[in-house]
Every structure is written in C-alpha cells, then in structure tokens.
C-alpha cells in the first residue's frame, strides 16, 4: 500500500482510537503529518543542544567510546 493511501482513519484505526477521535484533533492525514514533523522536530533539535560539540571528528569518535 502507497504512503500517499493511507488516510487519518487508517492511522486512527492502527492507533486504536475512533476516527473521530482523530478528526477532533487534525483536519485530514496532512495536518496529522505536519504535527509529528514539528513534533520529531522538536525532539531533534532539544537531542542536538546536549551533545557536546568536538572540534574534529576523531574527537567526536573518541567521545563516543
């Protein structure tokens, strides 16, 4: 099944939740998509402030172990 198929009940469905649930929070699929965007967005940048910043890559690695 194409990505571009799958609606907001589908989603609803698979989260087990009514499709009216769904719909009382987001309009259709697109607006459900744009919400976790800025959602995984947000995570990311909030993972990226509290790594330390290396001065080269070696150090990065060295950093790791």
Same mark, same amino acid.
């Given at each position: 099944?194409? +990505?571009d198929d799958i609606? =907001?009940?589908? +989603?609803? @469905?698979a989260?087990? +939740?009514a499709s009216s649930s769904?719909?009382?929070f987001y309009a259709d699929i697109d607006? =459900? =998509?744009?919400s976790l965007q800025a959602e995984v967005q947000r995570e990311l940048v909030? +993972? =990226?402030q509290v790594i330390p910043i290396y001065p080269d890559q070696k150090a990065?690695? @060295?950093g790791l172990q």
């Open positions: 099944r194409a +990505v609606t =907001l009940s589908d +989603v609803a @469905r989260a087990g +939740v769904a719909y009382h607006e =459900l =998509l744009v909030g +993972v =990226l990065a690695i @060295r």
